[in-house]
């Protein structure tokens, strides 16, 4: 899998491709574009909401917490 670094790289550049003008006059390149931004993006937020080893060891570790 790829790192979050280079999913969001992949992202912003699908992006920038998508501002083209001449991917905005056609469709057919607009469509699967879009969809390979989208993709990235997901990919993108599900490596960076992934625990770390860390978490993991800090997860016995927690205390209750107060609410005021």
Not at 35 to 54: G, L
């Amino acid at each position: 899998m790829a790192d979050s670094r280079e999913l969001e790289e992949a992202a912003d550049a699908i992006l920038k491709i998508l501002r083209l003008p001449v991917v905005q006059r056609h469709q057919e390149l607009a469509v699967p574009l879009r969809q390979a931004e989208e993709w990235a993006r997901k990919q993108f937020r599900k490596v960076t909401e992934q625990p770390t080893d860390e978490d993991a060891l800090n997860l016995g570790k927690r205390t209750k917490r107060r609410w005021h």
